[in-house]
């Protein structure tokens, strides 16, 4: 009995241990699975997050190769305009910065603001409206104006390329030159246009001659370019302009502080205003080089514009 006991107790002891044992390695397995599961786990995250680096990589190199493109474009944009004012004028390091500048805010400064209702901005560029015998600026019309001295008054968004040409101008040693004119309200205008056609009734002339001739200097009440705030006229506002030293700076450097002549001796058929060499507009950088470039007044380039694109 005893014997049994023991045989059953042994086996006891002895079937303990193996359940024991089977139960452990059963556990270990599933341990061993469970590491695996895991490991793999680790792997898996490892090699989305390796592939997420590359990506990140790959797009850091990218957007660094696009910033390096624009930064050459910068520069050789720069060096032009170096090289375009050492030809003319040979000197002025601080006068290259200060275009630089005035390039970066021109930029920011195309196609915004401008009331797109208004049909005589053009492409919502408001350095582009427009303003001539049919295309009539309303009493209302509203622009910020900035201080050129105690009387005159320019568009305070572009006041800083006037006050800049102005003072190159001057470097230059172009020193009789003037501003006689450049804000105009169309209050103003309308009593311009009026006094002008009283003196030619004063003269004898009839209502319709009386019109006809002060429309060849004085635009009608809001088809003035100097009723948006974008028009200086130089010294006595006469032909004689034309022979002064100013006017050839002006004619070769104008547009790179983004004015142009508005009324050129061979566009008074469109424009319909008489060769006035003492008018200069402010149309912003790139439209007056590319005016220049095509030769073109603003009529003739605001329709262009609208035939062929956006401009420059
Ligand atoms: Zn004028």
């Given amino acids: 009995m005893n014997k049994k006991v023991n045989e059953k107790s042994d086996k006891m002891i002895h079937y303990k241990p193996k359940k024991t044992l089977k139960k452990q390695t059963n ?3 599933s341990a061993r699975m469970k590491r695996k599961i895991i490991r793999k786990l680790i ?4 090699s989305v997050l390796i592939i997420l680096l590359l990506l990140f990589i790959i797009f850091k190199i990218a957007t660094s190769n696009h910033t390096s493109e624009t930064t050459a474009e910068g520069t050789s944009k720069e060096n032009t305009i170096l090289e375009e004012d050492s030809q003319s004028n040979g000197n002025d390091l601080s006068r290259n ?4 500048l005035l390039d970066r805010e021109n930029d ?3 196609g915004n603001t401008g009331n797109q209702s208004d049909p005589f901005i053009i492409n919502n560029d408001w350095r582009l409206t427009l303003a001539n015998y049919e295309n009539i600026i309303p009493e209302n019309f509203e622009i910020e104006l900035a201080n050129i001295d105690e009387e005159r008054q320019f568009d305070a968004r572009a006041i800083q ?3 800049q040409m102005m003072e190159d101008m001057r470097n230059d040693g172009i020193t009789n030159i003037w501003i ?6 169309v209050k103003k205008q309308k009593e311009l246009y009026n006094n002008s056609i009283n003196k030619y009734l004063k003269q004898g002339k009839t209502q319709e001659e009386a019109e006809k001739l002060t429309l060849e200097y004085i635009n009608k009440p809001g ?7 974008l028009a200086v006229d130089f010294n006595y506002v006469d032909e004689s302009f034309e022979d002064l030293k100013g006017f050839e700076w002006l004619q070769q450097n104008a547009e790179k502080y983004g004015f142009v002549l508005r009324y050129p001796k061979d566009k008074e058929k469109i424009t319909k205003i008489k060769y006035e060499p003492w008018h200069w507009r402010f149309v912003g950088q790139e439209h007056a080089k590319k005016m220049n470039e095509l030769n073109m007044c603003l009529e003739e380039y605001v329709d262009y514009l609208a035939n062929f694109g956006d401009g420059p």
């Avoid at 792997?43 to 490892?46: A, N």
Wanted: charged share 20%.
């Fill in 161 to 163: 390329y006037l006050n």
């Fill in 108 to 110: 920011e400064n195309s």
């Fill in 27 to 29: 556990r270990k397995i």
């Fill in 223 to 229: 088809a003035s370019d100097h009723n948006l705030g």
């Fill in 180 to 185: 006689q004119s450049a804000y105009r309200s």
């Fill in 97 to 100: 910065s200060n275009m630089n």
């Fill in 43 to 46: 792997q898996k995250i490892f």
